[in-house]
């Protein structure tokens, strides 16, 4: 089983629908590690690191969201060098 860590930018109606507690919850379940934390101007960033399997099953999710979440976007971004922590939290 190999890892994955990507960088991604969800777009949409994202912020105050509750959207980095349910990525925080989904990650958890799918085992991966990394955070999420909300941008200026609207958008949500994410770090996924864990097996390519559950990496891509959580970006499945990140395209649906939680309930009353409109996502249009969910963007790769180069992931530079990145400190991934043991496990997975909402940066603030």
Do not use: C, H
């Not at 960088?7 to 590690?33: K, P, S």
């Not at 941008?39 to 309930?67: I, N, Q, T, Y």
């Amino acid at each position: 089983m190999s890892a994955r860590t990507v960088m991604v930018r969800i777009r949409g109606r994202v912020q105050g629908v509750g959207f980095r507690y349910w990525a925080q919850d989904e990650a958890e379940r799918l085992g991966l590690a990394g955070w999420v934390r909300n941008e200026p101007g609207g958008s949500v960033k994410a770090l996924l690191s864990g097996a390519d399997e559950a990496v891509a099953e959580m970006l499945e999710r990140l395209r649906e969201g939680p309930r009353g979440a409109v996502v249009s976007e969910v963007e790769m971004l180069p992931p530079g060098v990145q400190d991934v922590p043991a496990d997975f939290r909402i940066l603030r």
